[in-house]
């Protein structure tokens, strides 16, 4: 995404970079799933048949904020 700003302090020149997933049986990478938590019987989230996009995340190198977007389904 070029000439990206900070929508926190104005600055650019955003470092690409991704937030990772490094759990057990995990993809690397973190993912937005559509739609509010839902939790299975053993308490983690119910995932099948919901819309998955990866996450992308730019660092502000001025003020360090973070600006995530999900522009890629996973």
């Known amino acids: 995404m070029p000439d990206m700003r900070c929508t926190h302090c104005g600055e650019g020149g955003l470092e690409p970079g991704f937030v990772g997933d490094f759990g057990e049986a995990s993809r690397g990478f973190a993912r937005w799933v559509q739609g509010a938590l839902?939790?299975?019987i053993f308490g983690g989230a119910r995932l099948m048949g919901r819309p998955k996009w990866e996450i992308e995340a730019y660092?502000?190198?001025?003020?360090?904020?973070?600006?995530?977007?999900?522009?890629?389904?996973?």
Do not use: D, I, K, N
């Not at 660092?59 to 996973?74: D, I, N, Q, T, W």
């Open 59 to 74: 660092r502000c190198p001025s003020c360090h904020h973070l600006e995530l977007f999900a522009a890629r389904r996973a």
């Open 38 to 40: 839902e939790r299975g």
